[in-house]
C-alpha cells in the first residue's frame, strides 16, 4: 500500500472509529509504530486536525468536525466495489435490484469512456455461483416491517402460501431471525398458530405487517421442530479416501472429524444439510456408508427400495 493510500486510511479509520492507538493502526496497516508515528506527523503538518492523547488511555482521534473530500477511487478500487456489487446481487435482497444497478453505474461513471468498457467487460467475465433456488419476487415492501419489528421487538401479522396445500393462511409471528440460504430470504421465529418454531421463505409470502404486540421471543433459544429446513444433525459415515479428498471442503463437511479405518475414512459431521449427505450416500454408494443415525439409514433405505421398484 502506498503512503498516501495508508494515510488516507488513518483518516477513515478515525472518522469511524474514534480513538486509536498508534499500536491499533500498525496493526491494521500491517506497518511498525514507527511508521505510523510519521504517518501522524505528515498528516499534522498537511493541518489534518488529528488530535494526541498520552498516557494509558491514550492514543489519536480526529476533530469530529472534520470533512474529508471525497477521494479519488483507482480503477482497481473501482473493478473490486463493482464486484462485491455483483456478488451481492446474487443475495436478491428483497426490492433492492434498482439499488445495485444505480450503484454500479455510479461507479462506472467515475471512469473515463474507453476504462468504462474495459470494466464492464471485465465484470461481464466474474460470476458467482450461490443459487439453489431462484424467488421469482417478493411482496412490495415485504423486507420493511421485517426489519423494524426486528428493530422494535414486535410481532408480525403475515399472509403465507403453502405451495404443497396450494393455500394461503393468516398467522401471527414473532421474528428471530432473518437469513439468507440457497438463494432464498427465509424469516424464522415462533408461530403462534402452530405454537412452536417455524421458518418461512420470504417469496411466499403474500402480505406483512408489524402489529402492536411485544416479541417475547426474540432473545429466546426455541426449540427446533423435526421438519424445519435448518435442523441441525450429526451424521456418521464410511468414505473412500480419493472421493472424501475430493469433496473435503464442500460447506456440508466443514468441522467433519475423520478417522482412518482400513481403506476407508471414518466420518462424524454435524450439519444442517441433511440433502447434501443423502445425496453424497445416493449418489456414490460404492464409496459411501451411512453408518448413523438410525432415522436417517431408514430413510435412505426407504429411498433404495423405491427407486429399485420404479426402475426395475
Known sequence: MKKTERQNGII???????????????????????TIYRDIDALSQLRVPIISYEGLGGGYEIDSSYFMPSIKLSEQEILMLLMVLKAGEEFRIPNMAADYNLLSGKLL?????????KASQA???INFDILRIIPKGYADDVLKPILEALWKSCDLQLSYYHPERNTTQSRRFSPIELQFGDGGWYINGYCHLRKEKRTFRLDRIVSITCVDEENHFINRE??????DKFRWNTY?????????????DDVYLQNAVTQSMD???HLTVTTPYKDEICKLVLCHPEKVTALKPEEFMEEIKQLSNALSEKYQ
Do not use: G, T, W
Not at 222 to 227: A, F, G, M, S
Not at 236 to 248: F, G, N, T
Open 236 to 248: 456418521e459415515l464410511l468414505i473412500d479416501p480419493a472421493l472424501y479428498r475430493i469433496i473435503k
Open 222 to 227: 426455541l426449540p427446533v421442530p423435526e421438519h
Open 12 to 34: 477513515h479509520l478515525l472518522r469511524m472509529r474514534r480513538k486509536m492507538k498508534a499500536k491499533e493502526l500498525a496493526d491494521y496497516f500491517d506497518v511498525s509504530e514507527r
Open 123 to 125: 465484470i461481464s467475465h
Open 109 to 117: 461513471n467515475v471512469l473515463p469512456d474507453d476504462e468504462r468498457q
Open 263 to 265: 481403506s476407508k475414512i
